[in-house]
């Protein structure tokens, strides 16, 4: 790949491993179940998370939202932060699909929703009311900059929520991110959770899917709820056995991508007209001072005539988000930097 691209984690393209086992995967009609491949990756999914089941979907976003439709019925509602991407990338799905009510809370700047809030939002048995059924959490929180929350306090929204008998599912779209922060298991970083969604197409590298991992009755019917999206697929093993790579190896290298970020964080300081915003996991957000050389459209087309793609970050015009994943080696750090100095200087 020519292209050093920035802009996220989503644009990994497939190793040569995972084409080399799409191209030999061992195949079956996934609808009728019959897909070795699709049900290893489900199965060791489940294991690798504690939980009983998985569930191979099309997407993040088709995923949380068999989760939602699963666990709350029409009418009902879900306390969700007002940051997360449930609420602001999935075209309120669970509303205009499933005639669920979103109860938004406040993120806080560590990515956290406030125990205290949480509580406060949840309805008492009265007939105006709508009836609460889930609570949700986003891990990491990737809008306020892949912000990794703790096990500590997953735990203890997890507590929360089943103290009031509703369910908590994890938006963990980068679990495996913030497992790598905190030096956790996979397990450890869901504990209490009753389902969670998360990418194998995004740091992960495989070049599509999500699963989504519960107990055994809850994928059952999570299954159901795949197959009235339109997400039920045929011989998915081509797919899932990039997955399994994405899985059990991708998995493990993410501490590099970590120490990647914070190189670049370390380094845009020499850069002028450049402040670091923040740096977390494999996000670095930085903003385009008014004094810089360039203003953000010529800095990102520059950028793109010496082969790197930056662009500002959706609904600000200075702010730029840098995400590190496998294709992004120190050395094309280096040259990022060096190309920034020399557009910028
Ligand atoms: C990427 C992402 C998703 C799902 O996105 P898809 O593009 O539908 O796979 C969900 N939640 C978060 C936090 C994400 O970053």
């Known amino acids: 790949m020519d292209m050093i691209d920035l802009r996220s984690d989503t644009v990994t393209q497939p190793t040569p491993e995972m084409r080399d086992a799409m191209a030999n995967a061992v195949v079956g009609d996934d609808v009728y179940g019959e897909d070795p491949t699709v049900n290893r990756l489900e199965t060791e999914a489940a294991e690798m998370f504690g939980m009983e089941a998985g569930l191979f979907v099309t997407s993040g976003t088709q995923g949380n939202l068999i989760a939602l439709l699963t666990h709350a019925p029409r009418g009902s509602e879900v306390i969700v932060g007002d940051k997360a991407h449930i609420v602001l990338y999935e075209q309120a799905g669970m509303s205009a699909l499933g005639g669920i009510m ?17 509580e406060q939002a949840i309805r008492g048995d009265n007939a105006h009311f709508p009836r609460t059924k889930l609570v949700t959490i986003e891990n990491t929180q990737g809008t306020i900059g892949a912000v990794p929350l703790s096990p500590v306090y997953t735990k203890q929204v997890a507590d929360l929520a089943h103290k009031h008998n509703l369910k908590f599912h994890i938006d963990g779209a980068r679990i495996f991110n913030a ?32 699963i989504l991992v519960g107990s055994k009755e809850f994928i059952k019917e999570a299954h159901r709820a795949r197959k009235i999206l339109g997400g039920g697929m045929r011989q998915a093993g081509v797919l899932a056995s990039a997955g399994l790579i994405a899985l059990h190896q991708m998995s493990q290298r993410l501490h590099e991508d970590h120490a990647n970020a914070n190189y670049l964080a370390e380094r845009l300081k020499e850069v002028p007209g450049v402040r670091v915003m923040s740096q977390n996991t494999s996000f670095v957000f930085f903003w385009l001072e008014e004094i810089a050389k ?51 200087g």
Not at 103 to 117: A, C, E, I, M, R
């Open 179 to 210: 497992a790598t922060a905190y030096n956790v298991s996979p397990a450890e970083i869901i504990s209490g959770a009753d389902s969670m969604t998360f990418c194998l197409s995004k740091g992960l590298g495989a070049p599509v899917g999500s």
């Open 294 to 344: 360039l203003n953000p459209v010529e800095f990102s087309a520059r950028m793109k005539d010496h082969n790197i793609l930056l662009s500002p970050y959706p609904g600000y015009e200075r702010k730029f988000r840098a995400v590190l994943h496998y294709w992004i080696t120190r050395e094309r750090i280096d040259e990022v930097v060096t190309v920034m100095k020399i557009v910028l």
């Open 102 to 118: 979103p109860h938004p809370l406040p993120v806080q700047d560590d990515g956290t929703l406030l125990l205290h809030d949480i």
